[in-house]
C-alpha cells in the first residue's frame, strides 16, 4: 500500500547537520503513522523518532531528544528529520517506516509493515 524512498545521507563532522527526506506513495499520506529507525553496525534496529500523522503529536528516543525533529509535509507527502549535533554514536543506516495500524506503538518495529531501503549517516569525530 505505501512505498518509501529515503534521501539526504552523508558524511559530516561532529557537531554538524543533515536533514533526512523519505517521499511516501500509494496510500494517504496524512493517514498514516510514520517513524524513523537507525542500524548501526553489529546492533539492533532501533527506534529514533516518529509522529501521529493525522494528529502531529511526535515522540523521541532520549539519545536524540533536543537534537532531532521530526516534521511531514502533507502536500509534497514527505517526512523529514532533521538532525543536529551529530554525534559519531549517531552513525548509522536510517530507515523510514510507516504503519497503517489503528493501535500503534511508536518504536515497536512489528507495528510497521512498509520500510525503505535505508540513507546511510557517517558522524566523523
Known amino acids: 500500500q505505501v512505498q518509501l524512498v529515503e534521501s539526504g545521507g552523508g558524511s559530516v563532522q561532529a557537531g554538524g547537520s543533515l536533514r533526512l527526506s523519505c517521499a511516501a506513495s500509494?496510500?494517504?499520506?496524512?493517514?498514516?503513522?510514520m517513524g524513523w529507525f537507525r542500524q548501526a553496525p553489529e546492533k539492533e534496529r532501533e527506534g529514533v523518532a516518529s509522529?501521529?500523522?493525522?494528529?502531529?503529536?511526535?515522540f523521541y528516543a532520549d539519545s536524540v531528544k533536543g537534537r532531532f525533529t521530526i516534521s511531514q509535509d502533507n502536500n509534497k507527502n514527505t517526512l523529514y528529520l532533521q538532525m543536529t549535533s551529530l554525534k559519531p554514536e549517531d552513525t548509522a543506516v536510517y530507515y523510514c517506516?510507516?504503519?497503517?495500524?489503528?493501535?500503534?506503538?511508536?518504536?515497536?518495529?512489528?507495528?510497521?509493515?512498509?520500510w525503505g531501503q535505508g540513507t546511510q549517516v557517517i558522524v566523523s569525530s
Open positions: 517506516a510507516a504503519s497503517t495500524r489503528s493501535v500503534w506503538t511508536p518504536f515497536r518495529a512489528s507495528d510497521y509493515g512498509y
Open positions: 500509494g496510500s494517504t499520506y496524512s493517514s498514516t503513522h
Open positions: 509522529i501521529y500523522s493525522s494528529s502531529g503529536n511526535t
